[in-house]
């Protein structure tokens, strides 16, 4: 069954995260811990190829988070047809319990921008989304490394 969803957790509006997981529960999962960690963020999900498709081509997506295997296709199916998306900013990231050896046709491509295994955790996922938006935006990273050093002075 396609589904899609729209879960705002956004509190100022800095990005939008498509993820696509067709288990109900650890898509749940996922969503709510992205909420906790990044919760600058909104985040739309969707079950399977199909339903991301329409989901991508309605929505300003920044980043798209997507299972390896899913009911109608895999990873790569999704980013072969999301090429323009992709083409004007979208950054990939994928996600699967699969070894990284078993990854690798996918992860050699340069239109997929990160890999988190399942067993690194969200806060894994989360940390990869980060560093992805922070290189996209090259004020952000001058910025942290300018920040204040607060000194104690006698």
């Known amino acids: 069954m396609q589904q899609a969803n729209w879960h705002s957790s956004c509190s100022g509006n800095s990005g939008v995260i498509l993820l696509v997981e067709d288990h109900d529960i650890y898509r749940a999962v996922v969503r709510a811990a992205l909420g906790k960690y990044l919760p600058h963020f909104e985040i739309v999900d969707a079950d399977c190829v199909a339903a991301a498709l329409p989901v991508l081509q ?6 798209m988070v997507v299972d ?4 109608d296709g895999s990873a790569i199916d999704l980013v072969e047809q999301s090429g323009y998306f992709i083409q ?12 990284i050896s078993d990854m690798l046709p996918i992860l050699n491509r340069s239109d997929v921008h990160g890999y988190v295994s399942k067993e690194q955790g969200l806060k894994a996922l989360a940390e990869k989304i980060t560093a ?3 290189a996209e ?3 952000l990273t001058a910025l942290k490394e300018k920040e204040p050093v607060l000194t104690q002075v006698q």
């Not at 390896?68 to 009911?71: A, E, Q, S």
């Not at 004007?88 to 070894?99: A, D, F, N, W, Y």
């Open 88 to 99: 004007q900013g979208v950054k990939v990231i994928v996600l699967s319990s699969h070894s």
């Open 68 to 71: 390896m295997t899913l009911p």
């Open 137 to 139: 935006v090259p004020e």
């Open 58 to 63: 309605s929505r300003k997506i920044d980043v």
């Open 132 to 134: 992805i938006c922070s």
